[in-house]
């Protein structure tokens, strides 16, 4: 496919391309986000969430699980930037806030990294209970009509009786005082915080998952290789990568267990090397090498599928449980 008059990137034509064009071209990869149905399926919970708890007497809340790499803030901050902070008569309004919770946090830290995203120049003085009470006039001042807490899991980063009882009275107390809609979002592992604590589970019945891709069935495979053609649209080269190409798309399910950061990242660093070899497209010997400079730490026993010739998805995933198995 040629697509030169669309793609705002020139043709190379053999020439490698320098050093800031490079450059640009891995940026533009890093941008790409596609409206997967998953994606989709969750930006319009959220939209329920905030359309649906305004004006409401209780709120609704909502905890978003998902392993790394899913995409979960991917669809939370484009929901956030959907709304823009306004000046009004001298005050900042935010429609929407959205925080991460710093790592080995508590509830003190919390309050100040919420300030913080708010705009105070205070957010790092007072004690937890003055934070606490700042935030929440602020939350009023500011119009904040859906509050969402990312990087959950980092409140449970010290995990001791103590501490979970802290944070989960702190939590539910804020939830009630807020009294707008509040996201939090973590790794599957934070959902313990609900088990300890009956009344916060209460106030978070809605509990949703983002999964990965999945290549088992035949409308899963169809779904990868949609997203996969999506994304080989939005590269920075003139010509297809074929990405979404049976042959391909088994290796890059395989390549990335259907984990958007994964691909992002493999396909990132094809793009510098395709670029600088002054190719118009990504090819298998590009995400060959692309794949062998990355170390995906929670799989020791994956290898490199690329360039492999009549390649089988579910032999190689066999062949990799069959090595861990051996090695434990
Ligand atoms: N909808 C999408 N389309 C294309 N790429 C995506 C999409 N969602 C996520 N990605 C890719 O995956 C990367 C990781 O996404 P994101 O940071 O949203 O994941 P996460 O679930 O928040 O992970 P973590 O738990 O580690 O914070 C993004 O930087 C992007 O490259
Ligand atoms: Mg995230």
Request: hydrophobic share 35%.
């Given at each position: 496919m040629d697509s030169d008059q669309q793609s705002p990137f020139k043709r190379l034509n053999g020439i490698p391309a320098d050093q800031i064009d490079v450059k640009n071209r891995r940026e533009h990869v890093k941008k790409i986000v596609i409206e997967h149905p998953n994606y989709i399926k969750l930006l319009s919970e959220v939209e329920d969430i905030h359309f649906y708890s305004q004006e409401s007497v209780k709120p609704d809340s909502m905890f978003l699980s998902g392993v790394a790499g899913v995409g979960k803030s991917t669809v939370l901050e484009e929901y956030t930037n959907r709304?823009?902070?306004?000046?009004?008569?001298?005050?900042?309004?935010?429609?929407?806030?959205?925080?991460?919770?710093?790592?080995?946090?508590?509830?003190?830290?919390?309050?100040?990294?919420?300030?913080?995203?708010?705009?105070?120049?205070?957010?790092?003085?007072?004690?937890?209970?003055?934070?606490?009470?700042?935030?929440?006039?602020?939350?009023?001042?500011?119009?904040?009509?859906?509050?969402?807490?990312?990087?959950?899991?980092?409140?449970?980063d010290r995990d001791t009786q103590h501490v979970l009882n802290k944070a989960s009275e702190w939590v539910k107390s804020f939830c009630d005082e807020a009294g707008v809609p509040i996201i939090l979002c973590g790794f599957p592992e934070s959902k313990k915080i609900f088990k300890f604590n009956p009344q916060l589970d209460r106030r978070f019945l809605v509990k949703l998952k983002m999964e990965g891709f999945y290549y088992n069935t035949q409308e899963e495979q169809i779904e990868f290789r949609t997203f996969l053609n999506s994304i080989d649209?939005?590269?920075?080269?003139?010509?297809?990568?074929?990405?979404?190409?049976?042959?391909?798309?088994?290796?890059?399910?395989y390549a990335t267990n259907g984990l958007p950061s994964h691909l992002n990242k493999i396909l990132y660093e094809a793009t510098a090397l395709a670029a600088k070899s002054g190719s118009d497209s990504i090819d298998e010997n590009h995400l060959y090498e692309a794949f062998n400079k990355l170390e995906f730490s929670t799989r020791p026993f994956v290898s490199n599928p690329f360039t492999v010739k009549e390649f089988n998805i579910v032999e190689a995933f066999e062949i990799e449980k069959l090595r861990s198995k051996d090695a434990n």
């Amino acid at each position: 496919m040629d697509s030169d008059q669309q793609s705002p990137f020139k043709r190379l034509n053999g020439i490698p391309a320098d050093q800031i064009d490079v450059k640009n071209r891995r940026e533009h990869v890093k941008k790409i986000v596609i409206e997967h149905p998953n994606y989709i399926k969750l930006l319009s919970e959220v939209e329920d969430i905030h359309f649906y708890s305004q004006e409401s007497v209780k709120p609704d809340s909502m905890f978003l699980s998902g392993v790394a790499g899913v995409g979960k803030s991917t669809v939370l901050e484009e929901y956030t930037n959907r709304f823009e902070r306004q000046i009004v008569n001298n005050n900042t309004v935010i429609p929407v806030l959205y925080s991460t919770v710093p790592v080995g946090a508590t509830p003190k830290s919390v309050a100040s990294k919420l300030l913080y995203s708010l705009g105070d120049p205070l957010y790092e003085r007072g004690t937890e209970i003055g934070l606490t009470s700042r935030l929440l006039n602020f939350i009023k001042k500011c119009k904040v009509e859906l509050i969402i807490i990312d990087e959950f899991q980092h409140l449970l980063d010290r995990d001791t009786q103590h501490v979970l009882n802290k944070a989960s009275e702190w939590v539910k107390s804020f939830c009630d005082e807020a009294g707008v809609p509040i996201i939090l979002c973590g790794f599957p592992e934070s959902k313990k915080i609900f088990k300890f604590n009956p009344q916060l589970d209460r106030r978070f019945l809605v509990k949703l998952k983002m999964e990965g891709f999945y290549y088992n069935t035949q409308e899963e495979q169809i779904e990868f290789r949609t997203f996969l053609n999506s994304i080989d649209k939005r590269l920075p080269f003139v010509e297809s990568s074929s990405l979404a190409s049976k042959q391909l798309a088994d290796k890059l399910y395989y390549a990335t267990n259907g984990l958007p950061s994964h691909l992002n990242k493999i396909l990132y660093e094809a793009t510098a090397l395709a670029a600088k070899s002054g190719s118009d497209s990504i090819d298998e010997n590009h995400l060959y090498e692309a794949f062998n400079k990355l170390e995906f730490s929670t799989r020791p026993f994956v290898s490199n599928p690329f360039t492999v010739k009549e390649f089988n998805i579910v032999e190689a995933f066999e062949i990799e449980k069959l090595r861990s198995k051996d090695a434990n």
